[in-house]
């Protein structure tokens, strides 16, 4: 099932290979493009990963190695939905900062892909359009938010990829999809331009086959932004990780983050071997807690990001752009806000208003949003003590492997415990990593890496040493064939 364009096969190409493809005049850029096309042709009407592929006049004057980008992704000239009917057809008449940062690389955008509406969600179910599939097994999640992000990476439909992660929306589905995905310290890449869930989380981040290749994308789409007012310089150059041990490394295990209830035996014993292997490449593993960031950590993400989500889809009023209600003469203004809201939303963004503006409402908000900004702010003050010992935390990224399709849909709180082991660290702006690290059940299982803020440089070094020992093979098998 391989695509073949010019003789490249997408399943296995790398960025950085399809880079040296480009380097050395072996392929152009067109025909890089025209392989991802031809792969996507072939093989995603089965997967759904896209929800628009762009042609010559949209997709960039490139000459680099193509990408795509997640639907909340702001794109010039391209649809943006946001996975949500509520912007079915509308066209950005500008770039958000990190989409013209892909074009100054000369990125070509082979398209946008689907997610879980307006980001939330873990399975990509939630999509106004209907759910991706995971490359792996077409009966099972791809993971979420950004689910399509994932699955275009693990089935061969581009290279590399952006997602945005809130609770875990980047490194979750590449777990579940068996890529690398990273979530980076909040404020080092530009929200400007992204379909907003909760601001004070959101944060872009990329999916790739190899470490390497997410320390190359996240070097191009990194740094300070005039339009964003929270980002800031990178303290350092991000480099491309070349080391193959763990020499002179302090690496953490929590035990909460490795023993919460609903760990898979099968996600369990490969984490557990990926521990072992850091400590054979010779990094000093020790145990460590975080006792009240586990505990408190899914109550505390629960009211802080409904809370932001409520305001932020607040401008969803279809009077500016999107969709609007059709009442033929027959209302008002706050008539045509209800109605257009009640078809263009769907349930989950429904669920997140309700709850954020309960949280928000007068009376409650100290009792509520209030109080969980002071528990966020003790999990940072938890995870700081960590890194005091530590330089890198490792544990599962996800309890489970992927999913299947429908078996969460009608128990929210199933759905919201996916991201158990993400989300603490995201409530303190940490930066983490995912890599596959093994199989359980013929399906991947990846290893999140922690590290503090700003070490991202770390978190790849780590990372791309691991990779190198697991030698983990990222094409998905029933592709292979």
């Known amino acids: 099932m391989s695509a073949d364009t010019a003789g490249i096969d997408t399943l296995r190409l790398t960025a950085e290979e399809a880079a040296g493809l480009l380097e050395r005049g072996e392929v152009s850029s067109a025909e890089l493009v025209a392989a991802y096309r031809a792969a996507i042709e072939a093989r995603d009407p089965e997967l759904h990963a896209y929800l628009h592929v762009t042609d010559d006049e949209h997709a960039g004057d490139g000459g680099g190695v193509p990408i795509a980008l997640k639907d909340v992704i702001t794109t010039k000239g391209v649809p943006t939905t946001a996975g949500s009917r509520i912007l079915e057809g509308y066209v950005p008449v500008f770039d958000s900062t990190v989409a013209a940062r892909c074009k100054e690389a000369g990125l070509p955008l082979l398209g946008k892909t689907n997610l879980d509406e307006f980001a939330m969600g873990s399975s990509t179910e939630n999509s106004g359009f209907g759910p991706t599939r995971n490359p792996w097994d077409t009966t099972r999640v791809p993971g979420g938010s950004s689910g399509g992000s994932a699955a275009v990476v693990a089935a061969g439909l581009a290279p590399w990829s952006l997602g945005t992660d809130t609770g875990g929306s980047v490194k979750q589905p590449a777990s579940l999809c068996g890529v690398v995905g990273l979530r980076p310290t909040w404020g080092t890449v530009s929200r400007y331009g992204i379909v907003a869930f909760a601001s004070s989380l959101d944060q872009v981040g990329p999916l790739a086959k190899t470490v390497r290749d997410c320390a190359r994308l996240y070097g191009i789409t990194a740094g300070r932004d005039a339009c964003d007012s929270t980002t800031v310089e990178l303290p350092a150059p991000v480099e491309l990780p070349e080391r193959e041990d763990l020499r002179g490394l302090r690496v953490g295990v929590p035990r909460e983050l490795n023993e919460v209830d609903g760990i898979e035996p099968g996600v369990r014993e490969r984490v557990q071997e990926a521990i072992r292997l850091a400590e054979e490449l010779g990094a000093e593993v020790g145990e460590t807690t975080l006792p009240r960031s586990v505990e408190y ?185």
């Open 297 to 481: 950590g899914l109550a505390c993400y629960y009211l802080v990001a409904p809370a932001e989500a409520s305001a932020n889809l607040a401008r969803y009023d279809g009077v500016r752009y999107g969709h609007r209600a059709d009442l033929n003469g027959d209302g008002d203004l706050t008539a045509l806000y209800e109605r257009t809201r009640w078809e263009g939303f769907g349930a989950e963004p429904k669920r997140r208003i309700m709850l954020g503006t309960y949280a928000l409402s007068a009376g409650y908000y100290d009792a509520y949003y209030g109080q969980a900004q002071k528990v966020r702010t003790v999990i940072k003050q938890e995870f700081a003590a960590a890194f005091e010992d530590f330089d890198v935390l490792l544990s599962p990224t996800s309890p489970t492997v992927a999913f299947p399709l429908g078996d969460k849909v009608e128990n929210p709180l199933a759905m919201y415990l996916t991201d158990v082991l993400t989300i603490p660290p995201n409530m303190a702006g940490l930066p983490g990593l995912s890599i596959p690290c093994g199989l359980s059940e013929g399906l991947p299982v990846g290893l999140q890496i922690l590290g503090p803020q700003f070490s991202e440089n770390t978190l790849f070094a780590v990372g791309h040493a691991l990779e190198r020992a697991l030698g983990f093979d990222f094409v998905p098998p029933r592709l292979a064939a």
